[in-house]
Each structure stands twice: as C-alpha cells, then as structure tokens.
C-alpha cells in the first residue's frame, strides 16, 4: 500500500513541534537555574561614573595613607573611602561622620576592656556585646553602631601586637572618609532633579486622565466595569503621589552641600510647590470618585447640574495638562509658551489658553441627587482654586 502524500509532511512537522517543546524545556530549566543569582541583582545599574569615583577615592586614600604611615597597610583608610563615596554629597558627609564616629568609639572601649581587664581571651567577645549595647544606647545609626564592634574587635585583636595600631586606624579612617566626600564632591556631583520632575508630571497628567473619566461618568451612561475601573485608577494616584515626594526627597538630598546647587534651587522649588497643589487635588478628586462609585444611579447623567460638573472636571484637566506643559520651563521660556497659547473663545477648549474662565453656575439638582452633587460641588470648588493658581504662577490666566 502507498504512503500518503502528506504522511512526510506531517511527520516532519512531528519533528519540528518534538524539538520546539524539547528546547522550551531547556529555556525553561536555565531560567529556573538562572532565578537565584536574578534576586541579587537590582532593577537599575549603578552610573558607571559612581563607579570610578569610588576606585579614585579608595587608591587616592590609600596613596595618602601609605605616605603618612609607611609602615601599616592602608586597609582601613580604603575601605572608608569606598564606604563614604555614595549618590550624593549630603549622604557622603553623613556616612564619613557616621563611620568616622564609630571607629573612635569603638577604639575606646577596646582601649578601656584592655586596660581594665587585660588580655583574656573573652575579652573580644565581651566587647562586641558591649559595643552594641552602646550603639544602641546612645541611637547610633546602623552604621555606626555596627562600626564600633569591628573596630574594638580589630583593635583589641590586631592591636595588642601592633605598637600605635588604634590611633593609626583612626587616623586612616579619618583621612579615607574625607577623600571620599572630596571626590564625590568634585567630580560631577549628581544631582536627581530630572526622575522628581518627571515623576511629579506623572502625576499630573494622571490627574487629568482621571478627571476626564469623572467628567464621562457624569455626562453619559456608563457599566459598572467603567466606574470600578475609575475608581481603581483613581486610587493608584496615592501610589503615585508617595513616588513623587520621594523623588522630591531625594533631589532635594542631592543638592545639599553639592557645589551646582545654585542652578537647579529654582527649578526644585517650583517642582515642590506643584506637588503640594497636586496633593490636594488628589485627595478632592479621590474623594470624587469615590462618591460617584457609591451614589451613582443610572438618571444622574441626565441631571443638568452633574453635566455642568462633567464640563467643569474637562476644563479642570486642560488647564491641568496646561500646568504641566509649563512645569519645568524658565520664566522666558513659560513667558514664550504663553504667548504662543491661542486663547479661549467664549470659554471653549479649541485652543492651548487656560479653560477654567468662570465659575459654575449651578441650578437646583433632583432631591435624589443633591448629597452627590454638593459634595462633588465642593471637591470641585477646591480642585479649581488649586489649579487656577497653578496657573496664575507658571502662566498668564
């Protein structure tokens, strides 16, 4: 009997669909094998220039230590300067004073253990207990804290045998943490302005989109999909604005004792007074869709007052957006910006000009709607003092 046509087509097909599956398998197993070592791996790289700083301040530290005491190595004076070297000036001057700190205290309980109860052999356990405790005692950062048995257990280790030992670990440690804030100092200090300002534009323009998705729920029927989809959304703007402030946190570390500070204080500044605007207009239009989401009955886009609200949150969100087109620009650039905006007409949204012209006129709302509507009425009332004064500050209204 002859074989079918087909048959070799088929059975190659077998053969290619046996050796797909066997080399998904192998991918698999070598993503499984590769999951330990991806948890101790970070999202971000560290920039590559952090890295050469520190490798500058550690052989810089340990040439300069060398030169001082020619006869130790420089162990110690390296390893501070590796340590202290960190993302920004601030935190290299704190992390310099912390270690430095918990090296002397730890010299002198080593050199108190020793000279009241001599050379035993617990002694060095005795001293990392006691050295803990008075981290702890006195609020030590954990730095310092854990700085101060390391080094009473060196000394009282090393340092028995090694004439001047402790007062050369001081010293080196010293010498080491100051190269490091110098360095980080004066090599191109960071300075994080960039992820705050973007992470705070983030957040406005979020603002907006959610306020454009209030405005539909109040003008035109809508599912219940839509409206716990809203309300999910507008809950993610917490998230959101946490980031933000962090961001602004740590932009504001970096330029603490950073020589560039000076041209980037301005832009800061604005950054952080459009987040605390943003703040309250995130709690107001929280507030909004929560109140939808709970009293929200299929007749309130046929209320006149709720269509006039829904108007308002659009206009609410282009002027928004607006403020966020102007955030970050110098005052020639906004001023520049401003004059290329066509104005409103007859309070319209066709143009790029502030739509926030007048306040609304509200009418009477149905009784079965009046709660929804007067609180909707006054988280508007707040969201549009809010951005009208965004407004009046980063452009002409």
Known sequence: MSAHPDDGTRRRGDGDRSRSRGSGRWSAAARASLAPARAFQISTRT??????????????????????APGQIPVFGAIAA???????????????????????????????????????????????????????????????????????MLVLSIGA???GYAAARILETIIGAAIGVFINWLIVPPVALQPAHDAVTALGRELAGTMDGLAVALSAPTDDAFRTTLLVEARLLRPMQAKAQKALDAAEDSLRFNPRRSGHRERL??????????????????????????????????EPTARAIAEELRRAAHDLRLVMDHAGLSAAESARLAEEDTLTVDGGLA????????PIQAIVP?????????????????????????????GPH
Request: with cysteine; aromatic share 6%.
């Open 82 to 152: 590796i340590i202290v070297v960190q993302p920004s000036v601030n935190q290299s001057f704190s992390r310099a004073i912390e270690r430095s700190i918990g090296v002397i205290m730890g010299v002198v309980v080593a050199y108190l253990a020793a000279l009241v109860f001599g050379a035993p052999s617990w002694l060095i356990l005795a001293a990392i207990v006691v050295s803990l405790l008075l981290g702890w005692a006195l609020r030590f950062p954990q730095s310092s804290t854990v700085q101060i048995p390391i080094s009473a």
């Open 269 to 302: 500044t604005s950054d952080i007074a459009l987040q605390a605007r943003l703040g309250i207009v995130v709690t107001r239009v929280l507030g909004m869709a929560r109140a939808v989401n709970d009293h929200f009955d299929e007749t309130l886009h046929e």
């Open 47 to 68: 920039s590559l220039l952090q890295v050469l700083k520190t490798a500058a301040s550690a052989v810089l530290a340990w040439l300069i230590c060398s030169l001082i």
């Open 366 to 394: 149905d009784p079965a709607h009046w709660i929804l509507i007067g609180s909707l009425l006054e988280d508007l009332r707040r969201v549009r003092e809010e951005i009208v004064g965004a407004t009046d500050v980063d």
């Open 161 to 163: 045998q090694t004439p």
């Open 351 to 358: 143009g790029d000009g502030p739509a926030l012209t007048a």
